[in-house]
């Protein structure tokens, strides 16, 4: 059976929205992503780190329209990784401070994550991945992921 390559990553993901402006002031001015192109109105392409483009934005076939309904096939969500649970707090307190809500926030054992919604109702989880060996494994080695609640305060106490 072939198996995708152990380096093989997601390069980027492409969400429509109906309102561009809107969904950058998400994107690059609460998440702080970096605008690398923009054509108008219909499309933009940021970034961490000066990539070409992590996330695009366009309204080619969504231009002022409502959002997908929830019990439809589609994206559940786009995940961003942070590099540490630092960073994750960091996000954290700006979307606080934004008094931007969430939808959700978990401890998964491997992860701990944020999960909220952009203005077009696209679900969003912001995440950081725990260092491998405090992974949850059984006897046998198999990974036993969970969900449980996220201490939001004990993530906070990581900016003190």
């Not at 923009?38 to 969504?62: C, K, V």
């Not at 989880?125 to 609640?149: C, F």
């Amino acid at each position: 059976m072939y198996k995708v390559p152990a380096q093989t990553r997601i390069g980027h993901v492409h969400l429509k929205v109906s309102d561009l402006g809107r969904a950058l002031k998400f994107y690059h001015d609460l998440l702080g992503f970096e605008l690398m192109q923009q054509y108008g109105t219909q499309a933009a392409f940021i970034s961490a780190g000066g990539y070409h483009h992590h996330i695009g934005l366009n309204t080619w076939y969504s231009k002022g329209t409502p959002p997908a309904p929830v019990h439809a096939p589609g994206l559940f969500h786009t995940a961003i990784l942070y590099p540490t649970r630092k960073d994750l707090a960091a996000i954290l307190q700006r979307l606080a401070d934004a008094k931007y809500p969430l939808t959700g926030a978990s401890d998964h054992g491997v992860s701990e994550a944020l999960y909220l919604d952009d203005p077009d109702g696209n679900g969003v989880e912001l995440y950081w991945d725990k260092p491998r060996d405090q992974w949850p494994m059984d006897a046998s080695g198999n990974l036993q992921m969970v969900t449980e609640p996220l201490d939001l305060d004990n993530l906070l106490s990581e900016l003190k």
